[in-house]
């Protein structure tokens, strides 16, 4: 039975998913975290399983691979918020990591999907309601012996075992540059019964339509560098736009709120682990626009970090990147 207390720093869907990975292995884990998981950026995100914004690509299509296998399973476990569903990428060229992950996410070309877009890729994928699969992380990690509690933390715990989940706030966290904030604004609309998801390829500004249990997820923005948390009027006007010529049936459907997220973006996704006197950090953060597709094959690698770090023969476990 390990016997290590490990703090995780972070309830977003990473530090949630180390958790529970953490605590069903037998360690006994605390989670810390300024915001509540429905506080977080990842409870603004779409929660397509996709692969965006996240490097390096070859780590990227494992985790991602490890990750639509256990999106898959929930999505037969009632409560997860978890779904398979069915869409289309919009765009002559079919999304770059298509190839690599033909495997999981088998996608056919098809004729006149949506308005404006003579050519498209269909495919069935993870599609997770983040407002309801948070909270059940929530629930799997308590059910574990886990616990999860509001702080506001100044610097990383100085001693101990730390897995440092703290997405854009890594800039400041863990004293790296590398991490800049990328900025995504979302429209949740009521909804007028749609039953696929839609996502724009290769122009310039991608727009998302989503469906969710009770509401669309519209977008969206990927502004660099711009940390501004507040939803803006021109973007919200632009998004609403770009949404309702893509799906007609959203011309009618009411706003229910605005909403904005800070993506953590990294020239390569940091997962490894420091070694200082007093304190062990696993580092996971800087997933960039694929938190929640890369959420479970990373969780496997933290898991195994904390292994070698226990059983004393840490050098570095880590794929090679
Ligand atoms: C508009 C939008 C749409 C997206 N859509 C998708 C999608 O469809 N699919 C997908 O895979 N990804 C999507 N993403 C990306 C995804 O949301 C992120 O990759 C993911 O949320 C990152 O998760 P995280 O747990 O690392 O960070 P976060 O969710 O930001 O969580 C960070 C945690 O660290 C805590 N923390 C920070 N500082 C401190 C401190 N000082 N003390 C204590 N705790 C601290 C925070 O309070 C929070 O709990 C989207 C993002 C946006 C913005």
Not at 21 to 48: C, F, H, I, K
Not at 180 to 205: C, N
Not at 207 to 235: I, M
Request: with cysteine.
């Amino acid at each position: 039975m390990p016997d290590i207390r490990i703090s995780v720093v972070g309830a977003g869907v990473i530090g949630l998913t180390c958790a529970v990975r953490l605590a069903e292995a037998g360690y006994p884990v605390d989670v810390l975290a300024r915001d509540l998981p429905l506080e977080t950026t990842s409870a603004v995100a779409g929660g397509l399983w996709t692969p965006y914004l996240a490097e390096p690509a070859q780590a990227v299509a494992g985790w991602a691979r490890t990750t639509f296998a256990e999106l898959a399973r929930l999505s037969t476990v009632p409560g997860t918020g978890v779904r398979m569903q069915r869409g289309h990428f919009l765009g002559p060229a079919r999304p770059d990591w298509a190839a690599a992950l033909a495997d999981v996410a088998p996608m056919h070309a098809t004729v006149d999907p949506a308005p404006g877009h003579r050519s498209g890729w269909t495919a069935q994928l993870p599609l997770v309601d983040m407002t309801a699969y948070l909270p059940w992380l929530v629930e799997r990690l308590q059910a574990a012996g886990g616990s999860l509690t509001r702080l506001p933390l100044v610097a990383l715990p100085s001693r101990g075992l730390v897995v440092n989940c703290t997405g854009v706030a890594a800039r400041a966290l863990a004293a790296d540059p590398a991490v800049r904030p990328v900025r995504g604004q979302v429209a949740w609309l009521t909804d007028p019964g749609l039953s696929e998801w839609f996502v724009t390829t290769g122009g310039e500004q991608t727009t998302y339509v989503l469906p969710h249990p009770g509401r669309v997820v519209v977008g969206g923005t990927a502004q660099d560098g711009d940390f501004n948390p507040v939803p803006d009027d021109a973007d919200a006007e632009h998004i609403l736009a770009r949404a309702r010529a893509l799906v007609p049936k959203l011309a009618d459907a009411q706003v229910i709120s605005h909403r904005v997220g800070l993506r953590p973006a990294r020239p390569e996704v940091r997962l490894e682990t420091e070694l200082r006197p007093e304190v062990t950090v696993v580092h996971c953060y800087g997933h960039g626009g694929s938190g929640v597709t890369l959420s479970w094959g990373c969780a496997d690698d933290v898991l195994a970090e904390v292994e070698a770090v226990k059983s004393g023969s840490y050098q570095r476990v880590t794929r090679e990147i």
